[in-house]
């Protein structure tokens, strides 16, 4: 391994080694972004990304926002991270709001501004975020369609594990 790393490159893996994480799979977490704009995150820091892209490798490897840029100024990743634990925890809307056509289901928004929603899956919940620009309306189209996707997989996973009809179990 290099001793030439960055303060960045060398805080960001160490978070990625922390969450058990292979570098494939911080990208699929930062929403499938691209090896070399996270090879450009990871060397360079805010300096040569747009700051969607920093934000989206944070919320990949669950720093707060704004950590890549406390590890260029020096901070390490035990420092931004015990600043995460002291600050105050976000507020979520923890009552369900249940219809037949909707399960149930949670909304927020994340210190970012995303739409998060959070719907219950298989007995437990299952979260999606999304940007909101003018039209929140897709924004909420594209979290229910995620949502719906992740059911669907579920129960097909559920159903062939319990070998129900259409499963591959003897």
Do not use: C, Y
């Not at 001793?3 to 805080?11: C, G, I, L, Y």
């Not at 100024?73 to 249940?98: F, H, I, K, N, W």
């Not at 927020?108 to 999606?128: F, Q």
Request: aromatic fraction near 2%.
């Amino acid at each position: 391994m290099s001793n030439d790393r960055t303060a960045v490159e060398k805080a960001l893996d160490a978070r990625r080694i922390q969450l058990g994480l292979l570098w494939r799979e911080v990208l699929v977490r930062a929403d499938t972004m691209a090896a070399e704009t996270l090879r450009q995150v990871r060397a360079h820091g805010t300096k040569v990304v747009g700051a969607m892209s920093v934000a989206r490798v944070e919320r990949a490897l669950e720093l707060p926002a704004g950590s890549i840029a406390r590890f260029e100024a020096g901070e390490s990743l035990s420092d931004v991270l015990a600043g995460e634990r002291d600050a105050e925890p976000p507020q979520r809307a923890r009552e369900p709001t249940a219809t037949p056509e909707r399960p149930t289901r949670w909304e927020e928004r994340d210190a970012d501004g995303l739409l998060v929603v959070g719907r219950m899956i298989g007995g437990g919940p299952v979260w999606a975020r999304q940007m909101v620009g003018e039209d929140e309306a897709t924004a909420r189209a594209r979290i229910d369609q995620t949502l719906a996707i992740a059911e669907s997989v579920f129960v097909g996973l559920n159903r062939e594990a319990n070998g129900g009809p259409g499963s591959t179990a003897a």
